[in-house]
């Protein structure tokens, strides 16, 4: 068996194990359409977004990307909770 950092398991010797891209990029345009475009046309396995974890009045204002993007796109999302300090 080897250490599979990617998957964060032992991986029997017949699977191999996939090293994991990161990438960063600047779109313009309207933030939730541009990331789902961006994720169809690259083929991305997952979407990494963090929020502020808003609601009420606070959300309604702001709005959120994340949130938009969990009820609008087809990609895994892992979404981060951010520490407002």
């Known amino acids: 068996m080897q250490w599979c950092p990617a998957q964060q398991s032992l991986a029997p010797g017949r699977h191999r194990c996939q090293?994991?891209?990161?990438?960063s990029v600047i779109i313009p345009g309207l933030p939730v359409r541009r990331i789902i475009d961006?994720?169809?046309?690259?083929?991305i396995d997952i979407v990494a977004?963090?929020?502020h974890g808003r609601s009420g009045i606070g959300h309604r204002v702001f709005g959120?990307?994340?949130d938009k993007f969990l009820r609008a796109g087809d990609t895994a999302v892992l979404v981060?909770?951010?520490?407002?300090g």
């Open 80 to 84: 981060v909770r951010t520490y407002d």
């Open 38 to 43: 961006h994720a169809g046309e690259k083929a």
């Open 19 to 23: 090293s994991i891209a990161e990438t």
């Open 49 to 51: 977004m963090s929020t």
């Open 64 to 66: 959120s990307v994340t």
